[in-house]
């Protein structure tokens, strides 16, 4: 009887970030109560039955450490001000954790946590890298969504551009970006549709 072996863990990579200040949901989304959990507890357990902790970067505001630690202590938490645009926080985690394999982005705040959506765009890659695609998007209805799946090739160059002006979807009209049709509603939801459904 051969013994079985363990369940590896993919290698991708995954930045999510948390740190913002939720103004309009009344306090920080990281910490908004879902399913009996906060929404970031949410999102850290599901991406650990997938990814090691040491490919999830999380940005979060300066004073969580103690609170995101009791989390998962291996899981890569980036303090960044709450006030800077998505972009920064992007690239402050990409500075941090340099892309070495595809990675997944997307907001805490987004319920994307359906593991056959994971698996549909990672089983894209080997495909995108064969045409030369720098990110992959899930879609559904022509219209894409979250996470965004972003070749390793793109952190050299997003860590050049300007956080104050520049915006990731805008940027990805200029690249080589691909689709995958995804029947998952999920990837256009955020807290306020989840707040109206819930």
């Known amino acids: 009887m051969t013994e079985k072996k363990p369940l590896l863990k993919s290698d991708l990579q995954v930045y999510l970030l948390a740190g913002g200040h939720g103004k309009r949901a009344g306090g920080p989304k990281a910490w908004?109560?879902?399913e009996g959990v906060t929404l970031l507890e949410k999102q850290i357990a599901f991406l650990l039955k997938?990814?090691?902790p040491e490919n999830i970067a999380v940005t979060i505001q300066d004073g969580w450490q103690k609170r995101c630690l009791k989390i998962d202590p291996k899981v890569v938490w980036v303090p960044e001000d709450p006030r800077d645009p998505p972009m920064a926080a992007l690239i402050t985690l990409i500075k941090k954790q340099?892309?070495?394999h595809w990675a997944f982005f997307y907001h805490v705040d987004m319920p994307v946590w359906e593991p056959e959506l994971f698996e549909m765009l990672e089983k894209?890659?080997?495909a995108a890298e064969k045409e030369g695609l720098e990110a992959i998007a899930p879609s559904q209805g022509g219209r894409k969504g979250h996470p965004v799946l972003l070749a390793p090739q793109v952190g050299s160059v997003l860590v050049t551009l300007d956080p104050a002006k520049d915006r990731l979807d805008e940027w990805l009209r200029t690249r080589r970006e691909g689709t995958i049709e995804v029947p998952f509603s999920c990837i256009h939801d955020?807290?306020?549709?989840?707040r109206q459904v819930g």
């Open 32 to 34: 908004l109560p879902v």
């Open 50 to 52: 997938r990814y090691a």
């Open 98 to 100: 340099p892309i070495r």
């Open 124 to 126: 894209a890659v080997p």
């Open 190 to 194: 955020n807290w306020n549709t989840m």
